[in-house]
DNA sequence: TCGGATAGGCGCCCA
DNA sequence: TGGGCGCTTATCCGA
């Protein structure tokens, strides 16, 4: 069993070669940056990557409890009772205090690949820019991403009486943020081409009420479009996903 | 050196038990769900939490590559070559297949702390109840966390001519998506209450110009507030968190 | 670098 | 459970 002391050597040894650590440990937490915080002692789950990310994680819960982001500095001491862990960059710093270690690993990684991700609303959006009558029967989009002043516009055209609309996609649920949004849009367009006439579309699987009520009042729609997932017939053949049933 | 086959059978167990688990391995991950995505193979360090949260880490950044949420259920297999771990709940499923094993770790984790954070949104509302002024003289705040069907509130009070005034405030720099929600704010009181003159004011430490002009469209108003630090105080005292100084 | 917007966002509160 | 929204949001993309 090696004691806080020589783990402070070695975690030391691995920062210099920048290898990815993972501490299974008791420790306390400081911050002080952009915002302030204090975790009181508890056993948590250490990273540092390659990169310099730090990653605390509680027992629970996706989202790491504190961390500092790629590119801070790290500087361990042992006090003659703690391994303390420093951590700072131009804005923050963090302060670990380790109590005991639990498990100790790292490794050199290696993995030059990158994910494939399909189903985001850029995937929406060039799907009605190839489909458009997913919209409505007429309609003709004439550009991807325009920019204003007041924003990007996620499809830019117009129906089949030659009005201007905006379509404002949202993957999953429309909220009042989306319905502002498409308003603010739709208000930019009218002030600079000085057209009164200008349609404003809200494209996503639901909306909520709320949404719907205000999208409603300001005179805009609501048009059903699911994002597209175009690696589900891909996994349709792989059936060991379909039949897959898990236990808890 | 324990074999791959070894290994499913004591993660199997340590799943079983909800313990920990860490692993640092290679693998290819396929997700699909919400979106869909494949992962080749590459070094990953893989998380698995007693509440059954999944993350996949890359040797570098702040965010998991992929990940299941808490609640999901795992199932180990061992198909002669691979280990595979496929994870699902209502909505998902991911499957990771386990190339070799770097290190694996497990453990059963004891942590009742939670952190204590300053700073945020919510303590620069607690600090203009407190101290009415730093919007503006005469600024009477009523209550915080006002609810309307169209959102909530931050602040809301009447200025020294009684003019009924809405403030919204932002930790960070205030953008265009702010004032959309402070004007939705106001016209909701406007309509609700049957009143014209409502006030909006944004509170924040700074704000991007298009915002500034917007505001200024609207007839609101821009007021410089930085959010609380209450340990700054606190660490001041604390020299070594200062005087230290990272090495990289 | 700044600005604007998405995210498989997450997590929290509250109806 | 769903709506609304902040977040030490992170990350991407374009000017």
Redesign the interface.
């Known amino acids: 069993m090696l004691k806080l002391e020589d783990y402070s050597v070695i975690l030391r040894n691995a920062l210099d070669k920048s290898h ?1 650590i ?1 501490i ?1 440990c008791n420790c306390a ?2 911050y ?1 940056g ?12 250490l ?1 540092i ?5 730090l ?1 605390v ?6 989202n ?4 500092m ?2 590119g ?4 361990i001491s042992f006090d003659g009772e703690k391994c303390v862990l ?3 960059n131009s804005k923050e ?1 963090m ?1 670990i205090a380790i109590k005991s270690i ?2 100790f ?1 790292y ?1 050199k ?12 609303e850029r995937d929406m959006a060039d799907m009605i820019m190839k489909n458009p009558s997913l919209i409505e029967e007429g309609f003709k989009p004439y550009s991807q991403e325009e920019h204003t ?3 990007f516009i996620d499809v830019f055209g117009t129906d089949k009486f030659n009005n201007v609309t905006i379509v404002e996609c949202k993957r ?1 649920c429309a909220d ?2 989306g319905v ?2 498409l ?2 849009y739709a208000e930019k367009i009218k002030d600079s081409k000085g057209i009164s006439n200008v349609r404003g579309i809200l494209a996503a699987p639901r909306i909520t009420p ?1 949404a719907e009520k ?1 999208l409603k009042d300001w005179g805009f729609s609501f048009v059903e479009v699911k ?1 597209p ?4 017939k891909f ?1 349709k053949n792989q059936q ?2 379909h039949s ?5």
């Open positions: 990815a993972v299974g937490v400081k002080s952009r915002a302030e915080s204090f975790l009181p002692e508890g056993d948590r789950i990273i990557k390659e990169d310099k990310t990653l994680h509680q027992p629970t819960g996706s790491p409890v504190n961390y982001k790629s801070s500095s790290h500087i420093k951590s700072k710093f302060e639990h498990f690993n490794l990684m290696s993995d030059g690949k990158s994910i494939v991700l399909t189903g985001t002043k007041y924003g999953y009042l943020s502002t949004q308003r603010r709320n205000m994002p997932k175009y690696l589900e996994d060991s996903l897959f049933t898990g236990s808890e």
